[in-house]
């Protein structure tokens, strides 16, 4: 079935260490998002990727589309202490005429001061 | 801006019961959706509404159900409650919805619904 998978689940890094998470679907996507959630919070949008080969970057946040929309990737640069949480991937698949969001189970991310 | 405004934050129910959800979008936003998350499935799409209508649908059985009302405030219902039911409910608003490629989705805090 329609599945988006995300690894690794957790990941525990010292602080300034870089840290990537990677989200791969099961069909071809025609985008994809990504979320960061902090503990007790609720998803925050972060970025949205829509062309083949898409990159984004966003201060020290860099995200990548894949050539065949089917994988997604995001690359923190220098963790901090503020980076903490459960990071997302999202992606609209389609069944007929019903479109559906299908999230990744998300990367919670660990980092130590 | 006021954001994505839901009620109640938290409620406590018994097998069999119901509850309904209330969800605030974004004003201007006319795409509700309505997400189950819990430590085991993640964020599971439940259902999506546009403009009063139910646009798109996830894979939960009928005792899950929804709807919108002309301001674009939302409610979701679940009925004949199951301990698995217990979850944390999110929604999100956003101006276009599941349609478009520019769905960026506001969630607001969720309702952590505990079936005991």
């Known amino acids: 079935g329609q599945q988006v998978m995300q690894i690794p689940q957790y990941q525990h890094v010292q602080e300034g260490e870089d840290f990537t998470t990677y989200c791969n679907s099961s069909?071809?996507?025609?985008?994809i998002q990504w979320y960061k959630q902090r503990p007790g919070g609720h998803p925050v949008f972060l970025i949205q990727?829509?062309?083949s080969g898409e990159v984004k970057k966003q201060k020290r946040l860099t995200f990548q589309f894949g050539e065949a929309k089917k994988n997604s990737s995001l690359h923190i640069t220098a963790t901090q202490t503020t980076d903490v949480g459960t990071y997302f991937c999202?992606?609209?698949?389609?069944?007929?005429?019903?479109?559906?969001?299908?999230w990744g189970l998300g990367t919670s991310l660990a980092v130590n001061p | 801006k006021a954001g994505v405004t839901q009620t109640p934050r938290y409620l406590i129910k018994t097998r069999g019961q119901q509850v309904t959800l209330s969800c605030s979008p974004i004003?201007?936003?006319?795409?509700v959706s309505w997400y189950q998350q819990t430590p085991g499935q993640g964020l599971q799409f439940l259902f999506e509404y546009f403009s009063e209508t139910q646009r798109n649908k996830g894979n939960f059985p009928g005792r899950f159900s929804g709807r919108q009302f002309s301001n674009s405030r939302s409610e979701m219902n679940v009925s004949t409650l199951e301990l698995g039911d217990s979850a944390l409910y999110l929604c999100?608003?956003?101006?276009?919805?599941?349609?478009?490629?520019?769905?960026?989705?506001?969630f607001g805090e969720g309702s952590r619904l505990t079936v005991l």
């Open positions: 999202a992606g609209p698949f389609n069944a007929g005429n019903n479109r559906k969001l299908i």
């Open positions: 004003s201007g936003h006319r795409s």
């Open positions: 999100a608003s956003s101006l276009t919805g599941l349609a478009t490629n520019t769905g960026e989705l506001f």
């Open positions: 069909t071809t996507l025609s985008n």
């Open positions: 990727l829509v062309k």
